[in-house]
């Protein structure tokens, strides 16, 4: 069976399920697991920085051995600076291992270029067991100190 699709909402800037004739969409599964597992909010750990102590996660986590989201979330906050850059490339890596572990991909990179004044990249690729290759780009729009927007193209 297959999964709701979530697809990246371009004008809202944000993902969400997408819907046909009054039912939702259902297929991509890799493009679903992908933009649930960045976009999502993993717990922090417990050495992160957060504003407020909020370590944020999702509810449905039953333990810190095993979590949805990534930490992209945390970058928000930071200037943009090559050591931000780098750290999206790990906490991408980390969101997306789950994928390799259960065997639905047999490797995921993550590499980011910073376009200055303001802007990330992030390339995410995915090896499939059969050899073949996909993949997905973001770009983060930077403010005064915070990432505003986020885009995707695949």
């Known amino acids: 069976m297959a999964d709701i699709r979530t697809g990246w909402q371009t004008d809202a800037g944000v993902a969400g399920w997408q819907e046909d004739a009054h039912d939702l969409v259902k297929g991509d599964d890799i493009e679903t697991a992908v933009l649930i597992s960045l976009f999502s909010d993993r717990l922090a750990d417990k050495d992160d920085v957060t504003d407020d102590g909020n370590r944020r996660g999702w509810w449905g986590d039953t333990g810190e051995d095993v979590l949805l989201g990534s930490r ?80 995707y193209a695949q």
Do not use: C, H, M
Request: no cysteine; net charge neutral.
């Open 72 to 151: 992209l979330w945390l970058l928000n906050r930071s200037p943009l600076s090559r050591a931000v850059a780098r750290k999206a490339e790990v906490y991408a890596e980390e969101a997306l291992d789950w994928l390799v572990s259960d065997g639905v991909l047999s490797a995921v990179s993550a590499t980011s270029r910073i376009v200055w004044p303001d802007r990330l990249y992030l390339t995410i690729l995915l090896f499939r067991p059969d050899g073949s290759k996909q993949e997905y780009q973001f770009r983060w729009l930077w403010g005064e100190n915070n990432a505003v927007s986020a885009t």
